[in-house]
């Protein structure tokens, strides 16, 4: 059975776009059959940091209702890649409720389908956390991101989506820790009611990796960062 595993947050800037692509290609190492869809359409973020944001046809298209599902995906590192496009025209010509019907026409050639949104909560990442079979919420440290997991959970409970658990991302500890006033696993755990399923440490080695535009866990495999990605495929058991 194929998974739709949707990776959300409501607060920006914690590192979906990160987890989605290292996750992606960490599964497919792993031997999964893992297409990734890059449905923040604004930034096209995971597009650009898989050098794939020229490509086209790309999802822009699809959502304006042009090309074919099939022919919109692309290789990179093992995976398959459904990206979005670099260009204004084609975000606003794109009707972000088409996702569902072109990412369901596509389950039948993966184990999991992976989707990046972008953040906060609007008809831009309305459809993807409806259709989603999984939806991970990723949080980090920084009380305010951890009071943005308690009110995804709460848009969560009220709208029935499968809200697995959380990935606390750029995970500190000793002095940045006492310094941010950060909140450690235990409080984190406190605030939330669904399971914190994985803690992804901040790593000099991501800044790194975009910058050359590669994956970390090609680029760093014995990075912590990648021991922890690594370990995060192997727990959400697709
Ligand atoms: N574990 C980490 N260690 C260090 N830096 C990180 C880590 N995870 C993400 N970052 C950095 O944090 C920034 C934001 O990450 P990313 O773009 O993945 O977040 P996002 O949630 O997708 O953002 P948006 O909501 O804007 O789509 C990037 O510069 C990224 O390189
Ligand atoms: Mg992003």
């Known amino acids: ?33 893992v297409l ?11 597009s650009t940091l898989l050098g794939l944001v020229d490509r086209q046809p790309n ?36 009707d972000p409720t088409k996702l569902s019907k072109i990412v369901d026409g596509m389950r039948s050639n993966f184990d999991v389908i992976i989707i990046d949104t972008p953040p906060g909560l609007t008809k831009y990442n309305l459809t993807p956390l409806r259709m989603a079979d999984v939806v991970l919420g990723v949080t ?14 709460e848009v969560a409970q009220s709208m029935n989506l499968k809200l697995t658990g959380f990935i606390v991302n750029r995970v500190r500890k000793g002095t940045m820790f006492k ?7 235990a409080q984190i755990q406190g605030r939330l009611k669904s399971k914190i399923i994985a803690g992804i440490p901040e ?6 990796a975009a910058t050359f535009r590669r994956p970390i ?8 960062f990648t021991e922890s990605v690594r370990t995060l495929a192997n727990r959400i058991g697709v």
Not at 217 to 224: D, M, R
């Open 36 to 46: 990734l869809v890059d449905a923040d359409i604004t930034t096209s973020g995971l």
């Open 217 to 224: 866990v090609f680029y760093k495999p014995k990075s912590k």
């Open 140 to 153: 980090t440290q920084d009380p305010i991101s951890v009071e943005s997991a308690a009110k995804l959970e």
């Open 203 to 208: 790593d000099e080695a991501v800044l790194e």
């Open 59 to 94: 999802l822009h298209d699809l959502l304006s209702g042009k090309g074919d599902p099939a022919k919109t995906v692309y290789d990179a590192y093992g995976i398959k890649v459904m990206p979005s496009g670099p260009s204004l025209s084609g975000f606003v010509r794109s």
């Open 179 to 185: 310094k941010l006033k950060l909140l450690n696993k």
């Open 1 to 33: 059975m194929t998974v739709i595993l949707t990776i959300a947050s409501l607060k920006g800037g914690v590192g979906k776009t990160t987890i989605a692509e290292n996750l992606g290609i960490a599964l497919g190492r792993m031997g999964r059959r």
